[in-house]
């Protein structure tokens, strides 16, 4: 069974940066494209950001220009770097492989921006 386990979050002034790490267990996930999603109060979640076995990787609008995806294939770990964070990246980060192939989500790191 895949198990998720998301860290790094906290709470961070607008404007400064949080890199978020995710552990990837009981698969071998370097043939997967993985991606970090977010959940706002009130909203749907959303995908911030993909990355595929190749390191090719693709941002939501949103955050372009602003996050890094990566991976660590021998770590089974996916990171992303977010800088110049906003109010509007508050949220509860994520990560998973791609939809609509998702497994079954970990527990999150809330990111919290104060403006």
């Known amino acids: 069974q895949v198990q998720l386990v998301e860290s790094g979050g906290g709470l961070v002034q607008a404007g400064g940066s949080l890199r978020l790490s995710c552990v990837v267990s009981?698969?071998?996930?370097?043939?997967?494209?993985m991606g970090w999603y977010r959940q706002a109060p009130g909203k749907q979640r959303e995908v911030v950001a993909t990355?595929?076995?190749?390191?090719?990787?693709n941002y939501a609008n949103s955050v372009k220009g602003r996050f890094t995806i990566s991976r660590n294939n021998a770590k089974n770990t996916v990171y992303v770097q977010m800088d110049s964070l906003k109010s509007e990246d508050t949220a509860v980060y994520y990560c998973?492989?791609?939809?609509?192939?998702?497994?079954?989500w970990g527990q999150g790191t809330q990111v919290t921006v104060s403006s």
């Open positions: 998973n492989r791609d939809q609509p192939f998702t497994w079954d």
């Open positions: 009981g698969i071998n996930f370097g043939f997967v494209t």
């Open positions: 990355i595929t076995s190749g390191s090719m990787t």
